[in-house]
């Protein structure tokens, strides 16, 4: 089990460098930059369209920062050594559910009852 906890290691601290590197080339891009209402120097349509693009900018850096919390819990369960327990039944976490994905939070029985609610 220590071989596939250090796998579920490096595969988490991947993730976590791949999200940490996706937040900060969108901070430099500037999407999420405050869209200026000058209707001189933009089109309303223009305009219209900057503040979608920044409100898709803004909900895919939520979205970012929300999975990359999911990885740091995943991490310091690890670390704790309480990584691959569903956390609302204490059951294990299948090995098939936590390759895809490691920093799952529930097992299936649990996560389709959250699903549903």
């Known amino acids: ?7 579920y290691h ?5 993730m976590q460098q791949e999200l940490q590197a996706t937040s900060e080339a ?3 891009s500037g ?3 405050t869209v200026t209402l000058d209707q001189t120097s933009v089109g309303r349509l223009s305009r219209v369209d900057a503040l979608q693009a920044q409100q898709m ?4 850096e939520r979205r970012r920062q929300h999975r990359l919390n999911l990885v740091k819990m995943a991490l ?10 569903c956390l609302e039944c204490g059951e294990p976490i299948a090995p098939a559910r936590l390759e895809y994905d490691p ?5 299936i029985d649990c996560a389709e009852k959250h699903s549903n609610q």
Do not use: I, P, T, W
């Open 1 to 7: 089990m220590a071989n596939k906890n250090a796998q």
């Open 10 to 14: 490096k595969k988490l601290m991947q």
């Open 26 to 28: 969108s901070d430099e």
């Open 31 to 33: 999407d999420q930059d």
């Open 57 to 60: 900018a803004l909900e895919q």
């Open 76 to 85: 310091r369960r690890l670390e704790q050594d309480d990584f691959g327990f």
């Open 103 to 107: 920093s799952v939070l529930y097992c």
